[in-house]
């Protein structure tokens, strides 16, 4: 950044080009959102063509469209020329409607075409974050033509890794990578080379069962097909990235009882915020009330032991503490697909001994903790009991909430932190005390 500025208030615009040359695209974004209006408008017409494209599709909204203003039209029409279609797409969603016609204009008629048609795919469907640009080959191709082809038309296609192969109805007849047809001899014919078991998705398929695959699967790119079977585009490693990092921030807010937020932290109003988090709020805080009537009906034990009150802080605590340790695991089994619905009684079964496990240790430990404290060995024993009963349903809770949820086609997201200790401190109240009173005999007035 220092050095930038410096290069521009020296004017020595001449070495700001050849500095800029050195500086990796996926490090412009960030340059930028610490420049003026003024001074981006210079170091971005200083970029070269190739590397001002990459960066334009990665800037944040804000600076795309303060940009696209400055743009004289000449310099429009070339920043979407060189944009990928899919990335063209993305900043269409993004700008105000005023900005949109003007980026519509500059584009060419046929390109328009795909656009719209892009923009009818419903949202989070594969359709909507694939691309038209792609390499299709056919089969009575020789290498050598395949790579001519290649070479004639690559710099325009969004990836030319994987290449297609397809038929005069454009299905899919087979795949082939880059690294197949440099290898192999130049009058070998496609066919006899090219993979035949391809895999695709369709165009209505979600997006984050695509972006799975990728991960699943290690591809670079992923064919997308029509209902006829036809390709219609791809989507590449870097938009299913895209999407795995979009659905793992949404997960963190709905876990955090967070309405999510299509908008960064500081872009987000300070009313967008209490309002995506108030709803939450209240139905939890609402919920303790019931905590706080359980509480309530068993004020003769406090009377009779005020000790009692002191362990409900530690018992509610680590349970919620439990509850929330399963839940985080269930859930993130089920985002990696390790965890499936039918593996319910497993997960029930392995939880449960390890609250056993748990909450032996937990009970022994406060309960020597007690004896050498309060020389109160049935002080102890509710307190250690209690752990075990509270562990345990808490362990349980956190294991079918997130799955029940599944079930019930809800985000499993929606059943963490909040949910659980919330039911959990309702749950471990009640069985603290029920272990006291049947214990050290209290009478209580309900």
Same mark, same amino acid.
């Given at each position: 950044?220092?050095?930038?500025?410096?290069?521009?208030?020296?004017?020595?615009?001449?070495?700001?080009?050849?500095?800029?040359?050195?500086?990796?695209?996926?490090?412009?974004?960030?340059?930028?959102?610490? @420049?003026?209006?003024?001074?981006?408008?210079?170091?971005?017409?200083?970029?070269?063509?190739?590397?001002?494209?990459?960066?334009?599709?990665?800037?944040?909204?804000?600076?795309?469209?303060?940009?696209?203003?400055?743009?004289?039209?000449?310099?429009?029409?070339?920043?979407?020329?060189? @944009?990928?279609?899919?990335?063209?797409?993305?900043?269409?969603?993004?700008?105000?409607?005023?900005?949109?016609?003007?980026?519509?204009?500059?584009?060419?008629?046929?390109?328009?075409?795909?656009?719209?048609?892009?923009?009818?795919?419903?949202?989070?469907?594969?359709?909507?974050?694939?691309?038209?640009?792609?390499?299709?080959?056919?089969?009575?191709?020789?290498?050598?033509?395949?790579?001519?082809?290649?070479?004639?038309?690559?710099?325009?296609?969004?990836?030319?890794?994987?290449?297609?192969?397809?038929? @005069?109805?454009?299905?899919?007849?087979?795949?082939?990578?880059?690294?197949?047809?440099?290898?192999?001899?130049?009058?070998?014919?496609?066919?006899?080379?090219?993979?035949?078991?391809?895999?695709?998705?369709?165009?209505?398929?979600?997006?984050?069962?695509?972006?799975?695959?990728?991960?699943?699967?290690?591809?670079?790119?992923?064919?997308?097909?029509?209902?006829?079977?036809?390709?219609?585009?791809?989507?590449?490693?870097?938009?299913?990235?895209?999407?795995?990092?979009?659905?793992?921030?949404?997960?963190?807010?709905?876990?955090?009882?967070?309405?999510?937020?299509?908008?960064?932290?500081?872009?987000?109003?300070?009313?967008?915020?209490?309002?995506?988090?108030?709803?939450?709020?209240?139905?939890?805080?609402?919920?303790?009330?019931?905590?706080?009537?359980?509480?309530?009906?068993?004020?003769?034990?406090?009377?009779?032991?005020?000790?009692?009150?002191?362990?409900?802080?530690?018992?509610?605590?680590?349970?919620?503490?439990?509850?929330?340790?399963?839940?985080?695991?269930?859930?993130?089994?089920?985002?990696?697909?390790?965890?499936?619905?039918?593996?319910?009684?497993?997960?029930?079964?392995?939880?449960?001994?390890?609250?056993?496990?748990?909450? @032996?240790?937990?009970?022994?430990?406060?309960?020597?903790?007690?004896?050498?404290?309060?020389?109160?060995?049935?002080?102890?024993?509710?307190?250690?009991?209690?752990?075990?009963?509270?562990?345990?349903?808490?362990?349980?809770?956190?294991?079918?909430?997130?799955?029940?949820?599944?079930?019930?086609?809800?985000?499993?997201?929606?059943?963490?932190?909040?949910?659980?200790?919330?039911?959990?401190?309702?749950?471990?109240?009640?069985?603290?005390?029920?272990?006291?009173?049947?214990?050290?005999?209290?009478?209580?007035?309900?």
């Amino acid at each position: 950044m220092e050095k930038v500025i410096e290069l521009i208030q020296t004017r020595k615009f001449n070495d700001l080009k050849e500095y800029l040359q050195k500086v990796n695209s996926a490090d412009l974004p960030s340059l930028f959102e610490e @420049l003026d209006d003024e001074k981006k408008l210079i170091v971005y017409r200083l970029l070269s063509k190739e590397k001002a494209a990459e960066a334009f599709a990665e800037f944040d909204p804000d600076v795309q469209e303060k940009l696209i203003n400055a743009f004289s039209d000449k310099e429009l029409k070339n920043v979407m020329n060189e @944009l990928f279609m899919d990335d063209t797409v993305d900043l269409i969603e993004e700008m105000p409607s005023n900005v949109v016609k003007r980026i519509l204009k500059n584009i060419k008629s046929e390109d328009r075409k795909i656009i719209n048609e892009l923009l009818n795919y419903p949202e989070d469907s594969a359709g909507s974050i694939m691309t038209t640009e792609f390499i299709d080959l056919k089969e009575n191709m020789t290498v050598e033509q395949a790579l001519e082809k290649i070479k004639r038309i690559g710099l325009e296609k969004e990836t030319i890794y994987n290449c297609y192969v397809l038929n @005069l109805h454009r299905k899919i007849r087979g795949i082939i990578d880059l690294k197949s047809l440099v290898i192999a001899e130049k009058d070998t014919i496609i066919k006899d080379i090219m993979e035949t078991n391809v895999m695709t998705v369709t165009t209505l398929e979600d997006q984050e069962v695509v972006a799975k695959m990728f991960d699943k699967y290690n591809f670079l790119a992923l064919p997308v097909v029509d209902t006829e079977k036809r390709l219609v585009g791809i989507i590449t490693i870097d938009d299913a990235l895209d999407v795995l990092q979009d659905e793992v921030a949404e997960d963190f807010e709905k876990m955090a009882a967070i309405t999510p937020s299509e908008d960064s932290y500081f872009k987000t109003s300070v009313f967008t915020h209490a309002k995506n988090r108030i709803v939450w709020l209240l139905v939890l805080m609402l919920s303790a009330i019931v905590t706080g009537s359980i509480i309530t009906e068993y004020e003769t034990a406090f009377a009779t032991v005020p000790l009692l009150v002191a362990f409900i802080p530690m018992i509610m605590g680590t349970t919620g503490n439990c509850g929330s340790q399963t839940s985080t695991l269930i859930i993130r089994g089920m985002s990696n697909d390790e965890i499936k619905l039918k593996d319910y009684f497993r997960a029930v079964w392995k939880e449960f001994r390890v609250a056993i496990l748990v909450a @032996l240790m937990l009970g022994i430990a406060n309960g020597i903790r007690i004896v050498v404290q309060y020389q109160d060995m049935e002080l102890a024993l509710v307190v250690g009991l209690s752990l075990v009963g509270t562990v345990t349903l808490a362990k349980f809770l956190g294991c079918t909430l997130p799955m029940l949820a599944k079930k019930l086609n809800i985000d499993p997201a929606l059943m963490a932190t909040p949910v659980i200790t919330t039911i959990s401190d309702m749950c471990s109240v009640l069985i603290f005390f029920k272990i006291a009173t049947m214990i050290m005999g209290l009478d209580v007035n309900m």
